[in-house]
């Protein structure tokens, strides 16, 4: 059975339609990823996915249950962690303060042991711990939102521009610990600009164009489709 | 030890002087109710004497049409306010920044309005209260001093434990909190209602104290910016902040008020501005010994607001 699984997925901004028919699906264990340009409905299908965004019509199921319609905390309540565009940390609080933040909703006692390994994961975030996260660097300030979303222990981790504004090795020690993660278990939603990088670590992925998907298929098929060559790779 | 000399000032202060201390106190509990809803979770309320004015009237109208006792008078009076923001809240509340703080000031101006059209509380001419017993000057002073302990108390509480951190994530990035998992539409509603339960409070023992309610002194906008000032003067967000910002801003205005009495307002002015531009913290925290106040403080803190 799928983890999250979108049907005919529409939505938009007050009067506008962004999306249309949207429909792609993530399964236990994978890493996806969605690319295409700018304005495309990455984010909005990702935001529409959290319940940031309304969703107007069509079905989200999110293991095995009807989100569409549920209020964002009640989603991440499920399992689903977001790491938003622009990363949104609490800028007055501590990196620790922000990761034990991410764990808001857990109520059991692993919490100091997710910590732990979120430090192992990440190690410039231990560091930097007793940091106010609004003075981290670009990448530093990354690292801490995705640590912020594991620190929930989520069976879906969303994305939304991983390399966004990052030195290309920066970007490359993320993805290896979207890598880890998925080890552990944990699935993976990459919204990306960066096709490149997307295609070299995700197991499948989605093309989109004008708020419709136009395209789908494994890593290896989108990087041989000419059309993706040309239009995303530049080759 | 804060709270045994304050209980002492009636025995010590008379006329005049308790009179003043009095109103000392009802800014306290004020610039605490503010702090709640602006300080604690970052919504700028322009309205918060929307809640005041209600508390005054509900009372007065109790009391005087009804004969209620006052105790009843007031906990119905609190209980109205407290409706009324958790009936608005989840609506105001969806508004950020500027646009929340002009929506709260249409409210409370819009509240005004109505009141006049109410002939049960007197419309436009308002309502005098007399009680066959009236609480001393002393019993008022200890009245207001009860809404300070009652807003200190209730903050605290809220800035410990889980709720606290729901608020400052609230405060620091609201779509983080949300999809952190933070119910953030109950916690703002939860926060207003519970500032509008202190302002009412405050609203009430204020008629009764006045013994008469009319639209433009219990719905006075002036009331609403005075809350804002005072508790960012002491320190929006902390605890004492606004306790701090009340008592060193109304004992200067009360000084100057006697001394200058035409250009007393301009202070006031001249306060929001230097604080804002200097102090963007308010001064709790250099009470409190976590930073030095220097002059390289004071222009970092000008210099950070311009970013």
Redesign the interface.
Known sequence: MSLLEIRDLEAGYGAVQVLWRVALRVDPGEIVTVIGNNGAGKTTTMLAVTGLVPPWRGEIAFDGRTVHGLEPPDIAGLGLALVPQGRRLFGAMSVEENLLMGAYLRRDRGVEATLRRVYEILPRLRERRRQLAGTLSGGEQQMCAIGRALMARPKLLCVDELSFGLAPRVTDEMLDVLVVIRAEGTSVLLVEQDVELALAVADRGYVMEGGRVVLAGTAAELYDDPGVRTAYLGL | MLAAAAAAVPGVLSGYALREATTILMFMALALSWNLIGGLCGYPSFGNVAFFGIGAYATAGLVANLHWPFGAALAAAAAAAVAFAAAIGPVVLRLHGHYFAIATLGTAQALGQIVIMVPWVGGPNGVILRVPFAPSAADFYYYMAGAVAAALLITYAVLRG?WG??C??IR??E???????????FYKTACWALSGFVAALVGGVYALWITFVNPPSVFDPVISLTMVVLALVGGAGTLWGPVLGAFVVENIDQYLWARLLTAHTLFLGVVIVVIVLFLPRGLWPYLAGGEGLTWRSLFEGARRLRV
């Open positions: 889980s951190y729901a400052r994530m620091q990035d779509v983080a909190a949300a999809a952190s998992g933070v119910n953030t539409t």
